[in-house]
């Protein structure tokens, strides 16, 4: 066992002019600039609506074209990875569906997980899937002090509804892929109050391990190494999904990374991932831009108003706070999408990250940003 303590650093940004002395080496090399397509979704009241963008690292544009996605009601439950984009619905008769849509492809298709019953009881508590299987958590309420917890594997191959029910004896909260194993977060709501971790091998959809987590996990997820990050308010455990062997990293007071509340997982190819982070005295916007670095235990935040003017922040894009976070790695840039003041609208702001960060552009969106992917 290996513990490490975290360090967290507010980021002084600069807003770094463009003009470059032409002594000595003759200047810096320009930015390679890639062609990029961003898909953003937008909220609008209750309803999610797509907004195609264009890009490289020069300008961005929008797309006027449409997405098969279409209108949407605010999922529940969403799972993501890369541009496949999973989001679960309970519908009015108490059933449920996961609209899957791949956004590389323009791809979409909706299962429905529970053909088998009718049962309003039935609550779903996460999804996740792979390229052949669809998963999801759920439990139902057989009465007012007993419950029944499964996760189903829905076979995403198959031409029909097929499925298997994988029974749980603890309520299941959360779900993670990786190394050909099902991570599933697991509460002792009957009992302890207590986390733990059961393990299922996919290839025969049987549990394989439990592991107890002790005080309450916030959440799990896969980092870039195919690692299962385990959150608490107070400390994180890497556990290692092919060995299982772990290592704790400790969080000082006020060092803490805060991304136990974080849905989605945007990571750059060195594994330091992306997210909306509070902001607490760091700023005056309720949330500001984060990224943590998990080799280095840093976290590095991006306050609006050390990398823009306050005519820019107040007046010209009228931000109130940060709602989506993602990093188009061909340009080098964090793409942060953020709500008006009292509009429901938003827009996209694109900078260079640390060590040298400066602001690049924006774009007005007719929504608030709900998430980002990039093509």
Same mark, same amino acid.
């Not at 009465?143 to 029910?165: C, G, H, Q, W």
């Not at 136990?260 to 990571?267: A, C, G, L, V, Y």
């Not at 992306?274 to 991006?302: C, G, H, K, M, R």
């Given at each position: 066992?290996r513990t490490y303590n975290i360090i967290y650093v507010l980021l002084a940004l600069l807003i770094i002019g463009c003009s470059? @002395?032409?002594? =000595?080496?003759?200047?810096?090399?320009?930015?390679?600039?890639?062609?990029?397509?961003?898909?953003?979704?937008?909220?609008?009241?209750?309803?999610?609506?797509?907004?195609?963008?264009?890009?490289?690292?020069?300008?961005?544009?929008?797309?006027?074209?449409?997405?098969?996605?279409?209108?949407?009601?605010?999922?529940?439950?969403?799972?993501?990875?890369?541009?496949?984009?999973?989001?679960?619905?309970?519908?009015?008769?108490?059933?449920?569906?996961?609209?899957?849509?791949?956004?590389?492809?323009?791809?979409?298709?909706?299962?429905?997980?529970?053909?088998?019953?009718?049962?309003? %009881?039935?609550?779903? &508590?996460?999804?996740?899937?792979?390229?052949?299987?669809?998963?999801?958590?759920?439990?139902?309420?057989?009465?007012?002090? %007993?419950?029944?917890?499964?996760?189903?594997?829905?076979?995403?191959?198959? @031409?029909?509804?097929?499925?298997?029910?994988?029974?749980?004896?603890?309520? !299941?909260?959360?779900?993670?892929?990786?190394?050909?194993?099902?991570?599933?977060?697991?509460?002792?709501?009957?009992?302890?109050?207590?986390? /733990?971790?059961?393990?299922?091998?996919?290839?025969?959809?049987?549990?394989?391990?439990?592991?107890?987590?002790?005080?309450?996990?916030?959440?799990? /997820?896969?980092?870039?190494?195919?690692?299962?990050?385990?959150?608490?308010?107070?400390?994180?455990?890497?556990?290692?999904?092919?060995?299982?062997?772990?290592?704790?990293?400790?969080?000082?007071? =006020?060092?803490?990374?805060? /991304?136990?509340? &974080?849905?989605?997982?945007?990571?750059?190819?060195?594994?330091?991932?992306?997210? !909306?982070i509070v902001s607490e005295s760091a700023s005056i916007y309720p949330e500001i831009p984060a990224v943590y670095d998990f080799?280095?235990?840093?976290?590095?935040?991006?306050?609006?108003? &050390?990398?823009?003017?306050?005519e820019k922040r107040d007046f010209e894009f009228e931000i109130e706070t940060t709602t989506a976070i993602n990093y188009d790695?061909?340009?080098?840039?964090?793409?942060?999408?953020?709500?008006?003041?009292?509009?429901?609208?938003?827009?996209?702001?694109?900078?260079? !990250?640390?060590?040298? !960060?400066?602001?690049?552009?924006?774009?007005?969106?007719?929504?608030?940003?709900?998430?980002? /992917?990039?093509?």
């Amino acid at each position: 066992m290996r513990t490490y303590n975290i360090i967290y650093v507010l980021l002084a940004l600069l807003i770094i002019g463009c003009s470059q @002395s032409d002594e =000595g080496t003759g200047g810096e090399e320009k930015q390679k600039s890639v062609d990029a397509d961003y898909v953003t979704l937008l909220k609008k009241g209750s309803k999610i609506t797509t907004q195609l963008l264009n890009a490289n690292a020069e300008v961005i544009t929008l797309n006027p074209a449409e997405s098969a996605l279409g209108v949407k009601e605010i999922p529940q439950l969403t799972s993501i990875n890369g541009t496949k984009f999973f989001q679960y619905q309970r519908k009015s008769d108490c059933s449920g569906s996961v609209i899957r849509h791949d956004f590389a492809t323009d791809q979409m298709v909706e299962i429905n997980m529970f053909d088998d019953m009718n049962d309003c %009881t039935l609550t779903a &508590n996460a999804i996740s899937f792979s390229e052949s299987s669809l998963f999801v958590a759920y439990e139902l309420e057989i009465d007012s002090k %007993t419950f029944e917890y499964m996760v189903r594997v829905i076979d995403l191959n198959s @031409s029909e509804f097929s499925f298997v029910d994988i029974p749980m004896n603890k309520k !299941p909260v959360d779900l993670a892929l990786a190394n050909n194993r099902l991570f599933i977060l697991t509460l002792d709501v009957a009992v302890s109050g207590e986390s /733990f971790l059961s393990v299922m091998d996919l290839d025969s959809n049987s549990l394989i391990h439990e592991k107890d987590l002790g005080s309450r996990a916030r959440r799990i /997820f896969r980092n870039m190494d195919d690692d299962i990050i385990i959150s608490y308010d107070e400390l994180h455990t890497t556990l290692n999904s092919a060995n299982m062997s772990v290592v704790y990293t400790n969080y000082g007071d =006020g060092t803490e990374p805060k /991304f136990t509340t &974080n849905t989605t997982d945007h990571f750059d190819i060195e594994g330091r991932l992306y997210y !909306p982070i509070v902001s607490e005295s760091a700023s005056i916007y309720p949330e500001i831009p984060a990224v943590y670095d998990f080799a280095q235990n840093l976290v590095t935040l991006y306050a609006f108003e &050390n990398f823009l003017t306050e005519e820019k922040r107040d007046f010209e894009f009228e931000i109130e706070t940060t709602t989506a976070i993602n990093y188009d790695k061909e340009n080098n840039m964090i793409l942060i999408g953020y709500k008006k003041v009292d509009k429901q609208e938003g827009g996209l702001l694109r900078i260079k !990250p640390a060590p040298e !960060p400066a602001f690049i552009d924006n774009i007005n969106l007719d929504g608030v940003p709900y998430e980002i /992917f990039i093509n």
